[in-house]
């Protein structure tokens, strides 16, 4: 029983989690912390089949959220909203056709994956990451003229959705879907990097040239590895738009990549564990960064000599952030855990999941 005991601790992790935020234990704005850590860690995990484990660089993974983050919103404000009129499907169904409707979002997302893996077929590193940018604004542009998912304006409604599961039961639904979808995220990386495909990945990474004469289909392989990253960014698009209930397509501009890059390469190249610490990490530093009293402790020196100069929280942000990317590849270039995983480190956890 051994080998279970690390699911079953996360399992109660998880239900005490909802717990804590059914019974008010848990206050909304740490609920989206954890929310957003969950997104974090679907977005961070996903690139890094690319970046990491591929050995490709792409930069705008942020497009493949976008559009996961518009295809389920149009979906589930048109199957449970009033937006486009009277509801198509009754509130009831609401919790079996959710999830779907967030897998459909990952499956156009992972789809319109094929504007960058087609192109890699035949570019690397630099040309490849400025094909991702481009991809990453072409969406962009395209969803601001859509009047139809409000252009510019961005898109609402989808709080429908969410109250509709509210009133089948007032529980902390967006959590639930998002902790599930964080696990199914790190199960289906996990199960893939370690199949057949999977090590196909790894051998383009390492040669490509190589691989080939190996008899590695590499064009199939990216394709594949590609289009389950974008998928799995799709569906954390999802649960972030129906989490703040309106999408934008700026929210996903180059910046928004940026984020799920330093995750990536704070964490370390390859390492799954590694983004997965990246993503709680990168996140709580975040969250420390809005503080105006830790934002003046840390500016204090600069406003002796400056005291006219007040930055937002969001112009720190984007200093100390990548300041500390900057910090990170000068004395531990690898990241975090390189390409380790937590199991290389303590290796009495691989009994814990991994069977006999």
Sequence with gaps: MKQYSLNILLV????????????GLMDSYIAIVVMTIGINIM?????????????EFTCGHAAFMCVGAYVSSVLSVWCFGS?????????????????VILLIGGA?????????????????????????????YMIISALEN??????????????DTVWAMVDIFDGPWMLFWVINFTVFTVWVIRRFITSTYGKGVNAICQDEVAAEIMSVNTNKIKIINFMVAAGLAGCAGGLYAHIIGYVNPQ??????????????????MGSLSGAILS????????????????IDG?????????PDWEPSAGVIKWVVIPLLLVIVMQFRSEGIMGNRELSDLFPRLKKYYRFK
């Design 12 to 23: 109660l992790f998880a239900v005490g989690l909802l717990c804590a935020s059914y019974f």
């Design 43 to 55: 977005m961070s995990t996903s690139l890094n089949l690319v970046n990491g484990n591929m050995g």
């Design 83 to 99: 937006k486009f009129g009277e509801a198509l499907l009754p509130a009831w169904s609401v919790l079996f056709v959710f999830p």
């Design 108 to 136: 156009v997302a992972a789809v319109s994956s094929l504007l960058v893996s087609v192109p890699s077929f035949k570019t690397r590193d630099d040309y490849l990451a400025i094909i991702s940018i481009a991809v990453n």
């Design 146 to 159: 859509i009047d139809f998912v409000g252009g510019s304006r961005g898109f609402q409604g989808m709080k």
């Design 251 to 268: 929210s996903f501009n180059i910046l928004k990549s940026t984020e799920a890059l330093v995750m990536v390469y704070l964490g370390g």
């Design 279 to 294: 993503a709680i990490i990168f996140t709580g530093l975040v969250e420390v960064l809005r503080s105006q009293a830790i």
């Design 298 to 306: 840390l500016l204090s020196p600069v406003t002796f000599f400056f």
